[in-house]
């Protein structure tokens, strides 16, 4: 089938501005693994001596929340009330991450501390607006037992009345199958939209989702495919791409398919339907960590909200583009998605939004 042409897709202002008002009268939901980004500021004048490798000079550092959090965070920033659900440490990461959150009016009673398990804390060294080096301190151990007997209570006290819930997984060990499957059922049971961010290399059985939103990598890799070089074409036209979607739709059915596909946008794919390609509206590129974030949490809140899928692809394409204009995982405010929307080219004629 050939694609919807997303240029000739119009939709009034207003239509963005009754979303995300409607967005604030939401309850979200966020489980998955937790995280702190530091991030180790500084300059370089020198190589060292020693070895091949730049001196940084230290300036600052700062922190953000990371994975799930990070997630969480896009939501609130967007006025949607959200609440947090994952396992951390004792640690001072722990408590640092936490203050982060409450300061974000993120929801924190679903932090469960664990003492056998350290909060992920990634740090980042960066120099003239690039990134030098990455250290991880974690324990990616499955969670199993009582820790995950925990969070399976703490989870199903909360879930009736949720509008959506969102499972980051980031290969941590947070995202059990067994956790997923009490999610997927108890979902179903209450009509609750569920999305789902996935991580390949960690084998889950992700049938019948609302919403899986793989990048290109992680799409091939679900349909356990090898993905040779990108072609010139547009997405709609790239058949091995296609043929991703189409295996995905099959296997996994999920009600919606959004693949990512960084400088070439996204790709939104429902059985039946024709794929809707939305190009990128990032002007500039300073940062792609947690872009993927803001994808999944805009795009859940335009659902849960009441938007039509396209309409929701449309608005999270938006916001990965301001997202991605800066530097560190960042948010935007609903102001930042507005004005971007508002840029947009006019439309050349009108399309059905189904």
């Given amino acids: 089938m050939d694609p919807v042409p997303s240029e000739i897709l119009g939709i009034p202002p207003q239509r963005w501005r009754d979303l995300l008002h409607a967005a604030a009268g939401l309850r979200v939901m966020v489980v998955g693994d937790l995280m702190l980004d530091q991030f ?3 300059q370089v004048r020198r190589i060292s001596p020693e070895a091949p490798v730049p001196v940084v000079e230290y300036q ?18 967007l006025a949607v009330p959200t609440e947090l659900f994952g396992l951390v ?3 001072d990461a722990a408590d640092r991450l936490k203050r982060l959150l409450l300061a974000n009016q993120v929801g924190c009673r679903g932090l469960l501390a664990d003492a056998a398990r350290p909060t992920s804390l990634k740090t980042r060294i960066i120099a003239h607006q690039q990134q030098i080096v990455r250290l991880d301190r974690e324990d990616t151990t499955p969670i199993a037992g ?13 879930l009736p009345g949720a509008d959506a819930v969102i499972v980051g997984d980031y290969g941590k060990g947070i995202v059990a199958q067994e956790l997923l499957d009490g999610l997927k059922a108890s979902c179903r049971k209450h009509g609750i ?20 939103t793989p990048n ?19 997405p709609w036209q790239d058949p091995q791409l296609l043929r991703v ?4 739709l099959a296997r996994l059915k999920p009600a919606l398919l959004l693949i990512t596909l960084g400088d070439q946008g996204m790709l939104l794919c429902r059985t039946g339907k024709p794929p809707f390609h939305i190009p990128t509206v990032a002007r500039e590129v300073f940062d792609v960590s947690g872009a993927g974030d803001t994808v999944i949490a805009s795009f859940t809140l335009a659902v849960a909200a009441g938007a039509s899928p396209i309409e929701a692809a ?9 997202v991605v204009g800066k530097l560190g995982t960042a948010t935007l405010t609903p102001d930042e998605l507005l004005a971007s929307l508002a840029a947009a080219p006019a439309p050349s004629a009108s399309v059905e939004v189904a």
């Fill in 314 to 322: 449309v608005l999270s394409n938006h916001a990965a583009g301001v």
């Fill in 89 to 91: 440490g004792r640690d």
């Fill in 193 to 212: 939209w569920l999305s789902v961010d996935p991580k390949p290399v960690h084998k889950l059985d992700l049938t019948g989702l609302s919403l899986i």
């Fill in 216 to 234: 290109r990598k992680e799409a091939f890799e679900l349909a356990d495919l090898p993905d040779h070089a990108p072609r010139h074409e547009p």
């Fill in 245 to 248: 979607a189409d295996l995905l």
């Fill in 40 to 42: 180790v500021w500084g």
């Fill in 146 to 158: 009582p820790a995950l007997r925990r969070l399976q209570r703490a989870l199903a006290a909360r």
């Fill in 60 to 77: 600052r550092e700062s922190f953000m929340p990371g994975g799930a959090a990070n997630v969480a965070r896009n939501l609130t920033s």
